[in-house]
């Protein structure tokens, strides 16, 4: 089964097409990064204008690559949640319609439940069902949530942040720090030269349990990014690093409790193995540390290919046509949702 898949919950307008919910056939995604990256973040306004202009063309050109054309294209799926409104909005409406036209079924997908899944496309991983259950870490500009998979479908949220995403804390630190938006990859690149251990920034603890969640396996990052304001303004102390230190031990007290908490996860539940997705996934230092506490710990340490950590398409189409996602005559009905919560509809 050939699945259609289309993305536009923020910032990347993306199209896919994916056979039998693993070969991925063509992905194609247009990063708007440049129309948002002169106000330092994204303008919802902006990007549902962009996914407008240019969503037609990226689905033109993921049927046209994936060899099929639209007569080999069995079900559309599109994410409808969570992200910005009037963004998921275009990629639903476009995905229903194309259905329609094609007289074809559609599917409407989760997007955490997408990338929980990206590391599946790969050819070197296993089946989902090879690996369950699994303590999954997504981890992005917008979420930052640990999640177990007993199964496709069936998750339970174990975890989450009660303020910044760890995305977010790139961002916001990278600003501050004087550098290019978005922040993740600036601070991955300068942090490569500096010493991780050069000052000791807070490692943020939740005090009390929140939303009926252990508060042990809960993040918080808006301490962080305040010790480093006040940090940047002290002369005194800031004069005596160089940016790649400070870079360097800012990551350092990200990718710390992303490591941490993901491992205590996965024993606590009797999970043998972890699986990072999400835009920060894609950070050397926090692969690195997972591969390495993976090891110690006997964990197998699964995590997606970078082009599918980032927003893409893939993994809505890979998800659907691995059997998930809203189907029949509810999919044709069901609303954009911006605060979808994982294994929720
Ligand atoms: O998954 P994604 O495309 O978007 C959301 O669904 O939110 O992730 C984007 C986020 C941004 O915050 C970006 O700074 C971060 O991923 N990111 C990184 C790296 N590459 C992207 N963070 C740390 N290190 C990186 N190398
Ligand atoms: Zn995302």
């Known amino acids: 089964m ?3 898949g289309i993305e536009t919950s923020c910032d990347e307008t993306a199209a896919a097409v994916v056979r039998d919910g693993r070969q991925v056939l ?9 129309f948002h990256a ?18 037609p063309e990226i689905v033109e050109q993921a049927v046209s690559k994936s060899g099929v054309g639209w007569n080999g294209i069995d079900a559309i799926a599109a994410t409808y949640g969570p992200g910005l409104a009037s963004s998921l909005l275009i990629g639903l409406t476009t995905g229903r319609a194309l259905a329609l036209r094609l007289a074809k079924p559609f599917i409407a997908v989760n997007h955490l439940e997408a990338h929980l899944y990206a590391p599946f496309l790969s050819k070197s991983t296993p089946d989902p069902s090879g ?16 999640v177990m998979v007993e199964g496709l479908g069936k998750y339970r949220l174990l975890g989450t942040t009660v303020d910044d995403a760890a995305g977010e804390s790139f961002d916001k630190g990278a600003k501050l720090l004087g550098l290019g938006y978005p922040g993740g990859p600036e601070i991955d690149r300068l942090a490569g030269n500096g010493n991780a251990s050069a000052i000791t920034f807070p490692r943020g603890r939740v005090s009390a349990d ?9 993040f918080s990052f808006s301490g ?3 010790a480093l304001l006040y940090f940047l303004k002290d002369d005194s102390k800031a004069a005596g690093y160089s940016p790649a230190d400070i870079a360097a031990s800012y990551q350092q007290a990200i990718v710390d409790p992303l490591c941490k908490r993901l491992v205590a996860a996965a024993q606590r539940v009797g999970a043998g193995c972890v699986v990072l997705s999400g835009g920060v996934s894609i950070n050397r230092r926090l692969r690195e540390q997972a591969a390495k506490l ?6 197998r340490v699964l995590f997606a290919e970078p082009q599918y950590c980032l927003d893409n398409a893939a993994m809505v189409a890979g998800l659907a046509g691995a059997g998930q996602g809203i189907k029949g005559d509810e999919a044709w009905s069901v609303d954009v949702n911006p605060n979808l919560k994982i294994g929720f509809r």
């Open 26 to 34: 063509a992905s194609v995604v247009f990063t708007q990064t440049e």
């Open 210 to 218: 929140t939303f009926g969640l252990s508060r042990d396996l809960c």
């Open 131 to 146: 690996v369950c259950p699994f303590v999954g870490l997504v981890v992005s500009g917008g979420h930052t949530c640990l």
């Open 294 to 299: 993976g090891k110690l710990s006997g964990l």
């Open 2 to 4: 050939n699945v259609l």
């Open 38 to 55: 002169p106000y330092g973040g994204v303008v919802p306004e902006v990007a549902s204008r962009n996914h407008l202009v240019y969503l």
């Open 224 to 226: 962080l990014k305040t």
